[in-house]
């Protein structure tokens, strides 16, 4: 025969009063998905100022150029992010 206190449903049940850890859900898919498009999104950048650089001064290897700086920046971002991220 189990034994049930009178109070067990009436009892209010405690909150959950843990702290949500930081960089969770949302935070923490927007943190990765914007590095996952810096490196692309700073490529493509470097490739429009090669093309328009190109475009006046009729040097075809300042679109190769953009890009590499391109290329160079957006790692140079990602890796600053990572560096931030691993500090904390």
């Known amino acids: ?9 009436t009892e209010p049940k405690a909150a959950n009063t843990e ?3 930081r960089g969770t859900g ?16 700073s490529v493509f950048a470097g490739y ?11 040097r075809s290897w300042l679109i190769a150029l ?6 160079a920046a957006g790692l140079i971002q990602v890796v600053r992010e990572i560096s931030r991220e691993g500090s904390k």
């Open 26 to 41: 949302l935070v923490w898919f927007g943190k990765y998905l914007s590095l996952a498009l810096t490196l692309p999104a």
């Open 66 to 71: 953009g890009i590499l700086l391109g290329m």
């Open 19 to 21: 702290p949500r850890p």
């Open 48 to 58: 429009m100022l090669g093309v328009f650089a190109n475009h006046f001064l009729h």
């Open 1 to 9: 025969m189990a034994s049930f206190r009178k109070n067990d449903a």
